[in-house]
């Protein structure tokens, strides 16, 4: 039996799929727990722009990072996304596994003639932990042993309000105002193993964020088989207060920038590439001095491939790989995530919704520790 | 499945075992997992910042004054009633009241009849050896103490009656004769005698007073009605030997207006000598009678009130104190006070205290005859305070110390007070958490 032309290019993909997974143990990265510092920055991708390393960032409408970028839903689009990650962090041989779920993105796009809008709720930092370990206190003129309970639960989100302007069919560009609540309490409690000498005891604060951002974008067609997009992201002020008054740090949304290009010339496929960067230390000001800051860097490169077709609309193959910096070092050392992804987005309803789901194998190592990371990533979209 | 949906699994079955997978993958991550203690356990550089500032420091002085109050427990209060006699030092007595003696007795089968003769009459002690001091033979002397007055609430009285003029029994027992009960012989003439009392106050009863002597010191304790195991009276009330001895049990028939005196003194102890020293510039705690210490605290309150109390050592520097053996102990306990600053007398507020255990878990053990630092923890007490602040009329921040087994033992703790030196008198030790920043990375 002759092979249709989308099950060559799901062999290709699934190649691309095995090369790109297999790249995190080759490259030996280097990187630590993904939630040191003010969190895990999640970078509001969506399910789709995972799938391919995240270098769709730019030319995905799904994913709030170009504004310009929602000139492609071609009419109204809900979406939402659900994302657990999967963690596992080795330490001399000892391995912790850790489960948290995310709802980290939603958006809602609507056009107006030349004009696109649309408003999107993602996270931008997670800082969702729970560590329960023991551990010696000296109390008074003695060390007790005692059990460790720390928690911290919240972050800081990213709301967006963007719109685009098509200048022709060619020339589109975006605007964007971002806000940043945030809310994040964290626990610090200790359990003595006698307690006739001390007293157990758990504290809590509760941090909150403010914060403001502009972002510019664009998304050019130069020639017939490419696209380029490119982001910027002004930071304004962000606040973190203890409780809601007391200002306890102050510092900038990270200036982020980005260059997507992406080239279609084979046909049914996609391929795609992403250079960007956050200058992470305009975070300087938020929390003690000590806090280790580093501006990263993110490059990308993925592929989408045009597979069968559903009710007449095709199924699309993605793969992708990526480094970038995460923001907080480890000890003095710059921390950085290698991942490698695939995914699939499935049309339904005759392509009036979507079903995309990315999943994400990350690999963050330090001196002496392990972290890897499954994250899958399922996005649900409606175009009614 | 309707057919079309049939065509469409089977020509996509890859793609809907993606769909599946998904599905699985999203329930299994439903139930978060967060906890990595594991990987801060191993290296804690991964989990900076996920600890508190705690501070120590030591207070001194501490506390506003303290007091040593004597007489605990009160008078006829006692659960076990202290037989102590050492040389030239403590000599306890122990009174029993017996106002309701039975003047008449049932033969069998017949009716009754007055009881016009006795014998055989002794008094019955449940012993309690716990932390007893016991020579190789002791003396019991039993006294009529009874002076005759209807309403007799007054020690002194009964004091006076120890004489051997007074003497209505006793005698002089081994000591392995001193185990859990104890008969001791009462002269039978003297026992008729009160049955066949008529006058109209004395009429029908027998008081007695109990004490102990021999070579070297005694110290051990009887059981009282606190205690359900009061010293009983036994007597034959008729010549014949089918005749079933009478139990009398205590009672007080006096003083008639007050019925809860009436019970306390139906048989309690009192103090014929104790020439203790008070040791200058100390409190004290323990003896016969029993002493406790009131401690009133003046912790600063911008450490009890704001932070967060980890622990509150109270240490006390023990003095020696020369009476006892090497070998004796007092165990001390602390005592909420739940009486408020509404209660100006200590000493009542002394009594109006939590009971062994409530709030406060600690104790310790102490031999008078040693000197050093001791401690005792009361950081849940101290917290309590923390949350008390904002009452109306909290309790007083005080602690009362008793010894264990009050009154009832001759053994006195001794530690410098307040108004010592100031690296002798009490501190307290406080380890805490401020309230400051904290969880910020």
């Known amino acids: ?384 | 499945m309707i057919p079309s949906m049939q065509s469409l699994f089977a020509r996509h079955r890859a793609f809907a075992m993606v769909a599946v997978l998904a599905v699985v993958a999203l329930i299994g991550a439903c139930k978060e997992s967060l906890d990595s203690g594991v990987a801060c356990g191993a290296a804690k550089t991964l989990c900076p910042g996920q600890n508190v500032e705690i501070r120590d420091t030591v207070i001194s002085p501490s506390l506003e004054f303290d007091s040593t109050y004597v007489g605990f427990p009160t008078r006829g209060a006692e659960f076990l009633l202290p037989l102590v006699s050492v040389t030239d030092t403590v000599q306890t007595v122990v009174v029993v009241r017996f106002d309701s003696l039975s003047t008449f007795y049932l033969p069998a089968l017949d009716t009754a009849r007055p009881i016009i003769y006795v014998d055989s009459s002794r008094i019955r002690l449940r012993i309690d050896l716990t932390r007893a001091q016991v020579p190789d033979s002791i003396r019991i002397d039993l006294y009529d103490v009874d002076n005759g007055t209807a309403d007799d609430t007054a020690s002194a009285p009964v004091l006076a009656r120890l004489k051997p003029q007074f003497r209505i029994g006793g005698g002089t027992f081994a000591k392995a004769q001193i185990v859990d009960s104890l008969y001791v012989s009462l002269k039978d003439s003297a026992m008729l005698a009160h049955v066949r009392d008529t006058m109209p106050v004395t009429r029908a009863r027998l008081r007695i007073g109990i004490t102990v002597s021999g070579k070297g010191p005694i110290s051990f304790r009887a059981g009282s009605v606190e205690s359900g195991a009061p010293i009983n009276l036994f007597f034959r009330p008729a010549n014949d030997t089918a005749a079933r001895a009478l139990v009398q049990s205590p009672a007080s028939a006096g003083p008639s207006d007050r019925a809860d005196i009436r019970r306390d003194l139906m048989d309690y102890m009192l103090v014929v000598k104790n020439t203790l020293p008070t040791l200058p510039g100390t409190m004290s705690l323990g003896g016969v009678p029993g002493r406790r210490v009131y401690l009133r605290f003046n912790l600063p309150r911008r450490i009890i009130d704001s932070t967060t109390i980890i622990r509150a050592t109270l240490r006390l520097n023990q003095v020696s104190y020369p009476f006892g053996g090497a070998g004796d102990t007092i165990i001390i306990h602390p005592h909420v006070v739940l009486a408020s600053d509404n209660v100006p007398d200590n000493r009542r507020a002394s009594t109006l205290i939590g009971v062994t255990g409530l709030v406060l878990t600690d104790s310790m053990a102490v031999f008078p005859r040693e000197s050093g630092l001791r401690t005792l923890e009361l950081y849940p007490l101290v917290r309590e305070w923390a949350s008390q602040a904002a009452l109306k009329n909290p309790p007083a921040r005080a602690v009362v110390l008793t010894a264990g087994n009050e009154g009832s033992l001759p053994r006195i703790a001794a530690f410098y007070s307040a108004t010592a030196s100031a690296a002798l008198r009490p501190s307290v030790r406080i380890t805490y958490i401020p309230k400051i920043t904290f969880g910020a990375p």
């Open chain 1, 1 to 384: 039996m002759m092979r249709t032309s989308w099950q060559y290019r799901l062999i290709a993909a699934a190649g691309v799929c095995v090369w790109a997974l297999a790249l995190p143990s080759a490259a030996r990265a280097q990187g630590s727990l993904g939630t040191l510092g003010l969190g895990y920055p999640l970078g509001g991708q969506s399910a789709r722009s995972l799938g391919t390393g995240a270098s769709l960032a730019d030319l995905d409408p799904q994913t709030p990072i170009n504004p310009a970028a929602i000139v492609l839903n071609s009419r109204a689009q809900v979406y939402g996304q659900y994302e657990p990650e999967f963690r596992t962090v080795t330490i001399a041989g000892v391995g912790t596994k850790t489960t948290t779920s995310r709802f980290p993105l939603f958006m809602l796009t609507g056009r107006q003639g030349r004009a696109t809008f649309a408003i999107s709720f993602s996270s931008f930092m997670d800082r969702t932990w729970v560590n329960t370990y023991a551990d010696t206190q000296t109390v008074g003129s003695e060390r007790l042993a005692s059990t460790v309970l720390t928690q911290s639960i919240g972050g800081i989100s990213e709301g967006r309000a963007a719109m685009s302007w098509s200048f022709s069919d060619n020339i589109h560009v975006g605007f964007g105002l971002h806000v940043y609540p945030g809310d994040n309490r964290v626990s610090v409690g200790r359990i003595f193993a006698d307690s006739a000498r001390a007293g157990n005891f758990q504290n809590t604060n509760g941090y909150s964020f403010t914060g403001t951002a502009i972002s510019f974008g664009t998304l050019l067609v130069p020639g017939k088989h490419f696209v380029v997009a490119s982001d910027l992201r002004l930071g304004g002020s962000l606040t973190m207060r203890l409780g809601d008054s007391l200002t306890v740090g102050k510092g900038s949304i990270p200036l982020r920038y980005g260059v997507s290009a992406s080239y279609d010339g084979i046909p049914g496929a996609l391929l795609i590439a992403r250079f960007g960067g956050e200058k992470w230390s305009d975070l300087r000001g938020l929390g003690s001095s000590t806090l280790g800051l580093k501006d990263g860097t993110d490059m990308s490169v993925g592929t989408e491939i045009v597979g069968p077709r559903i009710s007449g609309a095709p199924v699309l193959l993605r793969a992708g790989y990526r480094s970038r910096g995460l923001p907080f070092t480890y000890g003095s050392s710059a921390v950085t995530e290698t991942s490698s992804s695939g995914g699939v987005g499935i049309p339904l309803i005759g392509g009036r919704a979507v079903f995309d789901v990315g999943v994400v194998h990350a690999s963050r190592t330090a001196v002496g520790i392990a972290e890897k990371s499954w994250l899958i990533s399922v996005g649900f979209g409606i175009r009614p």
